[in-house]
């Protein structure tokens, strides 16, 4: 099993923006996280086995986790993690979102799950 993915704080800011997906069908809490992030402007990696998704800020393609390099993983604006098929899923901004993907999340979030 991969190490999760966990992001130092930001100097200044404050914990990564967090949220947890659960479904009770199969792959609908990743389905469901997938969505989230399409919604608030972030592209989606492929998924790679039990390796967390990654997620950047914007359009971009973006590699399998197994195909990123140490430097590319570190640059990630977020992943997804945790059970695709059976839930739940955590998705996680690192410190390296831009504040303007931060806000895109978190306002998103607050009017999805007031």
Not at 2 to 17: S, V
Not at 29 to 53: E, M
């Amino acid at each position: 099993m991969p190490a999760p993915l966990c992001p130092p704080a930001p100097c200044g800011r404050a914990l990564p923006p967090l949220l947890v997906f659960r479904g009770a069908d199969r792959f609908e809490a990743y389905n469901k996280a997938a969505a989230f992030c399409r919604r608030t402007g972030f592209s989606i990696a492929s998924t790679c086995g039990s390796d967390p998704t990654a997620i950047m800020f914007g359009d971009w393609r973006i590699a399998k986790w197994r195909n990123l390099s140490d430097l590319e993983r570190a640059g990630v604006h977020g992943a997804i993690q945790g059970d695709r098929q059976t839930g739940p899923v955590t998705v996680i901004l690192t410190g390296q979102c831009p504040l303007e993907g931060e806000i895109a999340f978190t306002a998103e979030a607050l009017a999805t799950y007031p």
